[in-house]
């Protein structure tokens, strides 16, 4: 197989502690080697004055799946002006805020990345993101089924039984091909299934009478007893309501008294996705009321060493909101009158999708725009705080290496604040972001996109640093960090690399796509003793309850993944 | 001695039942018997083992017979024909798997066709109006389990989608709804005394084409406004009294059909259904949801949206992808000339398209894949026959409700005939070496 | 010869489903689509008797079908012809910039025409596209 000697670039790596030196990385077989072991033959990548890192992972994004795909097959101008012809072996790209499964593998290779998590899995709907998964060219994907609304979940919770809802969290993961535990709103979507909804974690599910916080706690001592590569991964109640942060504080409180178990080399026990909608003060929208409460969030999050986050920055555009959060999908649209769609999913879940402008024109977006960059600049251990948009919840994910700008730059942020938001003196008001002189280092920022998502989901042993025998995933940006000074520049930088390695491969080459690699698909099998009860309980809802026969439930089939990398997992003890 | 395949998925429509058994025989090689299946599904089982399958390829000759060639002649007829053209339309899909439809899109891209599917003639309307105004929906399981009152607008499941009520609308006893169809309210809204609407606790025999007023007359009674002595031919005290009934429902669903997305209002009928089910939101969970036609129509929707971000009406002449029904629309491309060959796959537009189109494609260099004689293959210049997805190919498929289905493979098709995939592979290879000769 | 005036839908029956899958060359897809459905009172209108051949005409073409009493009636001035060639050459291929034609409301006469044949499916659409009928 191919061999590749990147030399000369300056090199961030958090976790083997190289921060800007100017190293050679050795790459041959798919993996990162010593120098000494590559041959005559190998190809040299000039990354001379040019910025190394490990490939970037994406801890959470809305990119494959039913809701992703009403986004866009409803959203026709989301495509309009925005397409890119087809050109050698690349197919034609579309879509700004929800791309077409082309140009979301395409740009997140142009930005060095090299794994992303699809955020929430519709358990009934696996086979539609296994597909778009599969369509998704170059990068690795894996994808989040959903189990905070889950009929078997909330009734083996509601009885104490943990390890019955181990054995089913296990099956469902091997049905689905699925990577992990991810909790949307907790038994809210439930309730949901009636127009209701548990805005606090301490309001019980209609009939299942279970709070949020007992399915929170519940589903996080569920995956430490399968040791599960991720922790729980959460959605907290109450998304985008001013004064949630209370709220959110009860969320991740749950997690006191968890430690983490298994053998994937993660510190934490609760991850909790786009904070930046978790974190509001005050009781309306308005500048009068409404406040940043990122000080409070993260008091707490750096109090404590089992909790990590992602940032979900909003990023001041057009977008297309989508999440499992139906009640708030709801309430979304009767605050903007914009096209509202709905799924609600049998036993499982429900999924909500209504357009969203982030006016830059209006205070609350504004307000929502610095609360997401103060909870990552307030972080004290920046392995533990991820960069996000919640694409494209918050705004598109092409805009990832805007919010590395604005991280790295006072000046950017001032700007913003100055010159492009129309109440900036209100959001300097209301919020910490103007204050803060903090600016991110590209190291910092190494952690917040490689290495911290990598050791937060399991994979630092694949993902995430430049280490030997990891696998090849190296990307060469165009920024030169003793020379270049203009943060615009960081912006371009991030967004178009010289040189992607994806797998070993070369995919990016001078700037340009050259192949699409063979990207693969993970997900977790976790093996665990053989529950009797578990098995009947399936086998009765499906024949009483599902609108599909059992039979029929379980991703089969190469078509689906044809190329899997599965990990496993033994919870026999 | 014979043996029972379980969980086996139905090939037709939208309801895309996935609980039928066939009974093969020993060998493995015939169908003896399938439970479960209604009268279409069950016919379309046994037909497939029929003996006058076509089981090669047909090309048309002058005299306007057909003579059989080979698929290596078909593969070539079909790729000279679509990289020659300049604007070819490639039309169906419905029929066939999602892992087909991607190899046509590959081919669509590489000859900038229209790729278009059966929606175009069916919920084309519905669509539209989703762009406009969202759609608050669920999965079937959800009527099943919750749904007590069940509205069938312009739509006839009795006869269009037979397992339609037993399976999910009315008569499961599902998890909140244990008497079942003692636990539902039925309302049907149809010009004619449907063989649905004998189970309904309410008929509106709505004037036919005026369900736009009717729909706006019960978004006004469900707010309690006035309404006029009579609306579409229905007095408003049985307008009021349906908007009673659905209010005080706890989870209604209306499901639709061609009524009102062919009739001459067409998208805006639905925007106007879709908002009367926004606006019961208001005082009790609702939802709708569209009756779709054919088995994979909504997979055609799902890989077209993933790959090209549209639903149908797909144009990528520009090598780009463009959309607008209308412009881009099968019917309204075939009449205004704007096409220069036509490809056909997985449907039957020479018996469903109106005849003015059908003209069009019989002018036209044509190809047709289809198990089938249809009006389309006796009118076009090659028929290709294929092996049945769903009884002699397995691949996925996606429910009225998105839900994917993967559909099994009972036996295997005729000797040497191909599947859709494995027919349009060839043709993507030849095309690929065509276009970069050019 | 008496014409009457009706306002045509078109769409799915069972018998049309099944005749369909049993292959649209066959006999059964005639006898269960070469079909108008009318209403008694229609029928009377009309002096026809059931299971006559009748001529149905619209702005947009012209067929020979046999009519039928209302299956899933009364609907007086509403006729019913199952999806299908015979169908489509009569209804409206107008789509109003939408894309989708116009299958249900179409204004039509009917005429008794005992002595025209119903065609099948293929021999339809062929002659039609020659424009032989």
New interface residues.
């Given amino acids: 197989m191919s061999e590749y000697l990147i030399k000369n670039g300056f090199v961030y790596d958090p976790v083997l502690g190289i921060n800007g030196d100017k190293t050679d990385i050795a790459v041959k077989d798919g993996k990162i080697v010593k120098d000494s072991e590559l041959s005559s033959k190998a190809k040299t990548i000039d990354a001379t004055g040019k910025t190394v890192m490990a490939g970037g992972v994406d801890v959470h994004a809305h990119v494959a799946g039913p809701k992703v795909n009403v986004g866009r097959n409803y959203r026709p101008e989301d495509k309009l002006f925005v397409g890119t012809a087809k050109s050698g072996m690349k197919r034609m790209e579309g879509g700004f805020s929800v791309p077409t499964v082309f140009r979301t593998g395409y740009n997140y290779a142009r930005m060095g990345y090299g794994f992303v998590m699809e955020a929430a899995m519709p358990p009934l709907y696996a086979r539609h993101v296994h597909e778009e998964i599969r369509d998704t060219p170059i990068i690795d994907q894996a994808a989040l089924p959903v189990f905070g609304n889950n009929w078997f979940v909330m009734e083996y919770l509601k009885n104490g039984e943990v390890e019955n809802t181990a054995a089913y969290i296990a099956w469902l993961l091997r049905m689905t091909r699925g990577f992990g535990i991810k909790n949307v709103n907790p038994g809210g979507t439930e309730a949901w299934g009636w127009g209701l909804n548990c805005p606090t974690v301490n309001d019980p599910v209609p009939y299942f009478d279970i709070t949020p916080a007992e399915i929170i706690r519940g589903l996080i001592e569920a995956n430490e007893y399968l040791g599960l590569p991720h922790c729980m991964h959460v959605h907290g109640n109450s998304l985008g309501e001013p004064g949630n942060f209370s709220i959110t504080l009860d969320t991740l409180k749950q997690a006191e008294g968890f430690k983490p178990k298994g053998s994937f080399g993660r510190d934490q026990v609760l991850h909790h996705t786009h904070l930046q909608f978790h974190s509001y003060g005050g009781e309306s929208y308005a500048s009068k009321s409404f406040e940043s409460k990122s000080r409070e969030i993260m008091d707490y999050i750096n109090s404590v060493d089992n909790i990590t986050f992602d940032m979900g920055c909003v990023t001041l555009d057009e977008t297309t909101t989508m999440t499992a959060d139906g009640p708030f999908e709801h309430h979304l649209t009767e605050l903007n009158h914009l096209k509202w769609a709905n799924v609600d999913v049998e036993l499982e879940t429900a999924a909500g999708i209504v357009p969203y402008v982030y006016s830059p024109k209006t205070f609350i977006a504004g307000a929502q725009w610095a609360i997401g960059l103060e909870l990552a600049l307030y972080a004290k251990d920046l392995m533990k705080a991820f960069v996000s948009t919640d694409h494209p919840n918050a705004g598109p994910f092409i805009r990832y290496p805007r919010v590395i700008k604005w991280l790295m730059s006072r000046k950017a942020r001032d700007n913003v604040l100055d010159n492009i938001l129309k109440y900036g003196e209100k959001v300097r008001e209301r919020c910490f972001i103007g204050e803060i002189d903090r600016e991110l280092s590209l190291y910092e920022i190494a952690m917040m996109t490689r290495a911290g998502p990598a050791k937060a989901l399991g994979l630092a042993h694949m993902f995430g640093s430049l280490k030997e025998g990891m696998d090849a995933d190296v990307v060469v940006y165009p920024f030169n960090p003793e020379k270049d000074d203009d943060p615009e520049k960081i912006e371009t930088a991030f967004s178009n690399c010289s040189y992607l390695v994806k797998s070993g491969q070369l995919i990016i080459n001078d700037g340009e796509i050259i192949s699409t690699g063979r990207k693969r698909t993970l997900w977790v099998d976790a093996k665990v003793n053989e529950n009797a009860q578990v098995m009947r309980d399936v086998e009765q809802k499906f024949l009483k309850y599902y609108s599909v026969n059992l039979g029929n439930y379980e991703v089969l089939g190469e078509h689906f993944l044809p190329n899997p990398y599965i990990i496993e997992v033994d919870a026999t003890q | 001695m014979t043996k029972i395949v379980p969980d086996v998925i139905c090939p037709f429509c939208g309801t895309l039942c996935d609980d039928l058994e066939v009974e093969v025989s020993d060998d493995g090689k015939t169908i003896v018997d399938i439970y479960n299946a209604c009268a279409i599904g069950a016919e379309k089982f046994m037909h497939a083992q029929a003996k006058d399958r076509v089981t090669r390829p047909r090309m048309q000759q002058p005299d306007g017979t057909y003579k059989e060639v080979s698929y290596d002649e078909a593969v070539e007829y079909t790729a000279q024909m679509l990289a020659n053209s300049k604007k070819p339309l490639m039309y169906g899909w419905s029929s066939t798997s999602c892992e087909a439809q991607s190899v046509g899109h590959e081919i669509a891209e590489q000859v900038g066709a229209i790729v278009d599917n059966t929606a175009t003639v069916c919920h084309g309307s519905t669509l539209i109006a989703v762009q406009d105004v969202g759609i608050p929906s669920c999965t079937l399981g959800e009527i099943k389990n919750r749904a007590d009152r069940i509205i069938f607008w312009g739509c006839n499941p009795t006869h269009a989608h037979p397992r339609h009520q037993s399976r999910y609308s009315i008569f499961p006893r599902g998890f909140f709804t244990n008497k079942g169809h003692k636990s539902r309210k039925v309302i049907v809204v149809d010009p004619r005394k449907t063989d649905t609407a004998k189970m309904a606790d309410i008929h509106y025999q709505v004037e036919q084409g005026r369900d736009f007023e009717l729909l706006s007359a019960f978004r006004v009674a469900v707010r309690n406004e006035e309404l006029p002595d009579t609306v579409a031919g229905i007095p408003k005290e049985e307008i009021y009294k349906g908007a009673e009934l659905m209010k005080s429902g706890r989870f209604g669903i209306i499901f639709f059909g061609m009524g009102v997305t062919q009739s001459l209002s067409k998208n805006h009928n639905i925007d106007n259904a879709i908002s009367l089910t926004k606006d019961l939101n208001e005082y009790t969970k609702f939802s709708i949801m569209a009756m779709r036609g054919h088995y994979n129509v909504t997979g055609s929707g799902q890989v077209l949206g993933w790959q090209f971000g549209f639903p149908y009406c797909v144009d990528l002449s520009r090598g780009f992808a463009r959309y607008n029904p209308g412009e881009t629309s099968s019917n309204d491309l075939l009449r205004r000339g704007e096409v220069d060959s036509i490809f056909v796959l997985g449907s039957d537009p020479g018996a469903h398209f109106p005849i003015s189109s059908v003209k069009k494609i019989a002018e036209l260099p044509s190809v047709c894949i289809d198990p089938h004689i249809t009006p389309t293959s006796e009118i076009s210049k090659l028929h290709v026959p294929v092996a049945f997805v769903g009884i002699e190919v397995g691949g996925s498929c996606y429910r009225m409700d998105n839900v994917p289905i993967d559909a099994r493979k009972v036996i295997d098709p005729p000797e040497g005939v191909l599947t859709d995939e494995e027919f349009l592979s060839r043709v993507n290879k030849r095309v690929s070496e065509l276009m970069e000769a050019k | 010869m008496t014409k009457i005036a009706l ?1 045509l ?1 078109t ?4 018998q049309q ?2 005749a ?6 066959k006999d059964a897809y005639t006898k269960a689509c070469g079909i108008i459905e009318l209403d008694l009172s229609d029928l009377k209108k009309l002096g026809a008797w059931r299971n006559t051949n009748v001529r149905v005409t619209s702005p ?2 012209s067929i020979v079908v046999k009519a039928v009493e ?1 299956t ?4 007086p001035g ?1 006729a ?1 012809i199952p ?3 015979w169908a ?2 009569v ?3 107008n ?11 179409v204004p039509i006469e009917v005429e008794v025409a005992m002595n025209e044949k119903v065609l099948g ?2 021999e ?3 002659k ?3 424009g032989e009928v």
Wanted: charged fraction near 15%; glycine fraction near 18%.
């Fill in positions: 306002n839908i769409g799915r029956t069972i489903g099944v369909m899958e049993g292959g649209k060359e947009y073409g209302a899933q009636g009364p609907h509403l019913y999806m299908g060639p489509n050459s209804t409206d291929p789509t109003y910039s939408t894309g989708m034609p116009t299958f249900k409301g499916s293929i339809l659409v062929q039609k596209c020659r």
